[in-house]
């Protein structure tokens, strides 16, 4: 264990971050004391007293070691391997030396600001997403081995249980609107990927690739019904005190299609102008069913239901447009993903690659570093230089 710790330190020490990076991580900091120390007041005394000892960061770590021990390793480390490492560390894979700063240290950090069901929600359905962003990059690389398949899929899992957790909250709180809003977000980008893994499988099919792609299904399927169960109860409201929140859905569905008219037309040179349904025909169609044309369609019904009266099933209308044009930008994404790894074998070299560009690049100021025991069955020594 000791020794896989040091070998990611090592790796982690190749790349420099730069004067910005320095100054990126500061704020970083900076906005997370905000955040996590207004709240206790003790604390707050406690750094009133000593304010005037010591540098920044040795007056904060006092506070965070006196509260939270586990929340200040966690700091520590995110701010070990931040700048180039932290940055470099999003682009691997499962297996590659940096993938663990990436889903225990990044992802974490990132996580403690998410705020709220809501906010929480939208993190896991994120990390999911970007779980199946890995399993498409081996598979197209080739190396989706069943270890690796298996460590996503678990990760998969964790992250759609959690997810279900924090709408259950949503829920129990009354707030079916957000429950909706997450479901279907939830389940655009699960289609979305279920698509692309499942063209990946047709060029080249594996038994890893079939088995990972029918659990992505499983999971679409449970959050799909889940929105469907949101949008019963919210298409059951005819109120007119559901009026305004129906009006701002609209204005937000068509601010959507716009907003994808605009990234297939950036990227197509298609027209921006041009209707949905012409656009549809330019092969960046979801499915069958969600394509942009049906995604046109859903609006004209939502906007008639809107004249009726009926605005619980105008703003489940609206957000099925969404959810529709989400679909056809997350796949134009993902196929940019692709082209940007095409030209490189392997992540690992990716990695390299950055630490030597930054090295001949930046110039690196040596400042004093202190000397920080991570205490876990052993010990192990690392330099922090801020």
Do not use: C
Request: charged share 30%.
């Amino acid at each position: 264990m000791d020794n896989d710790v040091e070998k990611i330190i090592a790796k982690a020490k190749r790349i420099v971050p730069s004067p910005d990076d320095r100054r990126e991580m500061r704020r970083n900091v900076e906005l997370f004391v905000k955040q996590y120390t207004v709240r206790n007041e003790a604390s707050l005394r406690l750094l009133s007293k000593e304010g005037s000892e010591g540098s920044f960061f040795m007056r904060w770590w006092t506070v965070f070691t006196r509260n939270n021990t586990s929340m200040a390793i966690a700091l520590l480390i995110a701010l070990l391997v931040g700048g180039g490492t932290s940055f470099a560390a999003e682009r691997s894979l499962p297996g590659e030396t940096l993938y663990p700063i990436k889903v225990a240290v990044n992802e974490e950090v990132r996580g403690w600001f998410s705020g709220g069901s809501e906010g929480d929600a939208a993190w896991e359905a994120r990390k999911a997403e970007r779980r199946l962003e890995e399993a498409e990059a081996l598979a197209r690389e080739g190396n989706l081995s069943a270890e690796a398949r298996a460590d996503i899929a678990l990760r998969l899992s964790s992250h759609a249980s959690a997810f279900n957790a924090e709408t259950k909250k949503l829920q129990a709180e009354g707030n079916t609107v957000s429950s909706l809003e997450a479901h279907s977000n939830f389940e655009a980008s699960l289609k979305a990927h279920e698509r692309i893994l499942a063209n990946l499988a047709e060029k080249g099919d594996t038994k890893e690739l079939s088995s990972f792609l029918g659990e992505v299904r499983a999971k679409r399927a449970i959050v799909a019904e889940a929105r469907a169960a949101d949008e019963v109860k919210i298409s059951a409201d005819a109120s007119g005190d559901f009026k305004e929140a129906a009006e701002g859905k609209l204005n937000a569905a068509r601010n959507k299609l716009s907003e994808v008219r605009a990234f297939i037309a950036s990227r197509t040179g298609v027209s921006a102008n041009m209707e949905i349904s012409s656009l549809a025909s330019v092969d960046f169609k979801t499915s069958e069913e969600g394509d942009l044309s049906v995604a046109e369609a859903a609006l004209a019904r939502g906007e008639a239901a809107m004249e009726k009266g009926a605005y619980g099933g105008a703003f489940a209308d609206f957000s099925e447009v969404i959810r529709l044009a989400q679909e056809a930008k997350l796949i134009v994404q993902a196929e940019q993903r692709a082209e940007r790894r095409s030209g490189t074998s392997s992540s690992e070299s990716r990695v390299k690659g950055e630490a030597e560009v930054s090295s001949k690049n930046e110039t690196r100021t040596e400042t004093p570093a202190s000397n920080v025991n991570l205490k876990t069955n052993g010990a192990v020594r690392v330099d922090l230089g801020l």
